[in-house]
């Protein structure tokens, strides 16, 4: 792999990172090892799957997970194993612990990423209905709920417009119910989908998103709600959905802190287009966003803000096992102030922290069905969804960059 070719070079900062990446993946490992060796026998019922990736990342002046400004970051690791069981043809369990590494804005412990228990209340031919009750993955848009396998992007990293890394867990999963319902006849297949839950917050990430800054405080995730519309025609040819939800949460303030007890909330409309022929595939999101701030106190004072963003990608598969990504990404913070510079006089930061605009061109090629390579290189005017955390300190991150990524990815 890429990443073990640059461990001829291995400092102890390094070295100790290998031993993490060694350590964590035995951990996982072993959790499935020992699921086979305690007698789980693995047949039709009962399938475990798990994957693996590293990332190598490097920019011009700004960082992007890990120390990647005019550097090499190896900041970027994603481990996972999962298993799906169905003791019944209409109940499911299904689970998947993981491990991800993605410079100040993720640590790398293993969490289950998901885990439930699902349910089909009507299971015929052609419509099946039911409900889900656990930790979920949000359906959230195309990309959501397998957006930290590899294999499953169209890119290394998503479009950061639509998909935010930098506040992921806000539509990442909840803890709570799900109830679904699909329909397939010879128009095409219809499925809904429908979630109550709370979001798992509680990390800084969370808190540089709505206070801009580590606070002595905490963010929790109150009770939210998410629906989504897909129609499919054609196998997969056309796919066309329709996401709505509103992720609330709450903020308790610590000792000595300057914001008081006040709640934020994010409630997204998303449009999903995509097209597919044997050579290529046509793919398009848009994303109105609404979000209010109330109850902070005098420092941050009660507001609404509409963010909008969208993306235009297309990938063509130019021989069977290689194909060549294009994308244009655009992000406004603010729809009403798309220049930043209305913002930018109130919080006397520059304007360009209020946008993005990210052209991307990038390169797959599955070496086996097993094992894949990849490279992307983005040329970014703006910071607007540059992770706070990788970018402390006192020089302002710089309006115009560059971001390569160099990735291996493994599945089993």
């Given at each position: 792999m890429?990443?073990f070719?640059q461990?001829?070079?291995?400092?102890n900062?390094h070295?100790?990172?290998l031993?993490w990446?060694f350590?964590?993946f035995?951990?996982?490992?072993g959790?499935?090892?020992s699921?086979?060796?305690?007698?789980a026998?693995?047949?039709?019922n009962l399938?475990?799957?798990g994957?693996?990736s590293?990332?190598?990342?490097?920019s011009t002046?700004?960082?992007f997970?890990?120390?990647s400004g005019n550097?090499?970051s190896t900041?970027?690791?994603?481990?996972g194993?999962n298993f799906?069981?169905?003791p019944?043809?209409?109940?499911?369990?299904s689970a998947?612990?993981?491990?991800?590494r993605?410079?100040?804005?993720d640590?790398?412990?293993i969490?289950?990423d998901?885990g439930?228990i699902?349910?089909n209340?009507i299971s015929?031919?052609?419509?099946?209905a039911?409900?889900?009750?656990?930790?979920?993955?949000?359906p959230l848009?195309?990309?959501?709920?397998?957006?930290?396998i590899?294999?499953t992007?169209?890119?290394?990293?998503?479009?950061q417009?639509?998909?935010f890394d930098?506040t992921?867990?806000?539509a990442?999963s909840a803890?709570?119910v799900?109830?679904?319902a699909?329909h397939t006849n010879d128009s095409?297949?219809?499925?809904?989908r429908?979630?109550?839950?709370?979001p798992k917050l509680g990390d800084?990430s969370?808190e540089?998103a709505v206070l801009g800054?580590?606070r002595p405080?905490d963010i929790s995730?109150k009770t939210?709600?998410?629906?989504?519309?897909m129609?499919?025609w054609d196998g997969?040819?056309?796919?066309l959905?329709?996401?709505h939800g509103?992720?609330?949460?709450q903020y308790?303030?610590?000792?000595?802190?300057?914001?008081?007890?006040?709640?934020?909330?994010?409630?997204?409309w998303?449009l999903s287009?995509?097209?597919?022929?044997e050579?290529w595939s046509?793919?398009?999101e848009?994303a109105?966003r609404?979000s209010?701030?109330?109850?902070?106190?005098?420092?941050?004072?009660?507001?609404e803000?509409?963010?909008?963003?969208a993306?235009?990608?297309g990938?063509?598969r130019?021989?069977?096992s290689?194909?060549g990504?294009?994308?244009y990404?655009v992000?406004?913070?603010?729809r009403?102030?798309?220049s930043?510079?209305r913002?930018a006089t109130?919080s006397?930061r520059?304007?360009?922290?209020?946008y993005?605009?990210?052209?991307?061109?990038?390169?797959?090629?599955?070496?086996?069905?097993?094992?894949?390579?990849?490279?992307?290189f983005?040329t970014i005017?703006?910071t607007?969804?540059?992770?706070?955390?990788d970018?402390?300190?006192?020089?302002?991150?710089v309006?115009?960059?560059n971001?390569?990524?160099f990735?291996?990815?493994?599945?089993?």
């Open positions: 890429i990443a070719a461990y001829r070079f291995i400092d900062g070295f100790r990172y031993l990446l350590k964590t035995l951990i996982l490992a959790g499935v090892f699921m086979c060796a305690s007698g026998e693995i047949s039709e399938q475990i799957h994957f693996a590293q990332g190598l990342i490097s002046h700004n960082n997970f890990g120390p550097s090499v900041e970027y690791t994603e481990l194993v799906s069981y169905r019944h043809p209409d109940l499911q369990l998947q612990a993981m491990s991800r993605a410079g100040e804005t640590n790398g412990s969490r289950l998901y439930f699902g349910y209340l015929t031919e052609s419509t099946k039911g409900f889900l009750l656990g930790k979920i993955k949000n848009g195309f990309y959501n709920e397998t957006r930290d590899a294999f992007r169209p890119s290394i990293v998503l479009p417009s639509i998909y930098r992921r867990n806000f990442l803890t709570g799900q109830f679904y699909e095409g297949l219809l499925s809904f429908a979630s109550v839950g709370n800084k969370s540089y800054g580590d405080g995730g939210s709600y998410l629906g989504h519309l129609y499919e997969d040819r056309l796919r959905a329709v996401t509103k992720v609330n949460s308790n303030p610590g000792a000595s802190d300057p914001f008081a007890s006040g709640t934020f909330s994010f409630s997204p998303m287009f995509q097209y597919n022929t050579k046509f793919t398009s848009y109105l609404e209010q701030f109330s109850g902070f106190g005098p420092v941050l004072a009660d507001r803000v509409q963010g909008e963003s993306y235009v990608q990938v063509y130019f021989a069977p290689w194909e990504l294009i994308r990404d992000l406004y913070q603010d009403h102030d798309r930043g510079e913002n109130l006397k520059p304007a360009y922290f209020y993005a605009k990210d052209w991307t061109i990038g390169l797959r090629h599955d070496v086996t069905p097993s094992f894949m390579l990849s490279g992307e983005h005017d703006g607007g969804w540059l992770p706070f955390e970018n402390l300190g006192s020089v302002s991150p309006r115009r960059w971001l390569f990524l990735q291996g990815a493994y599945r089993f």
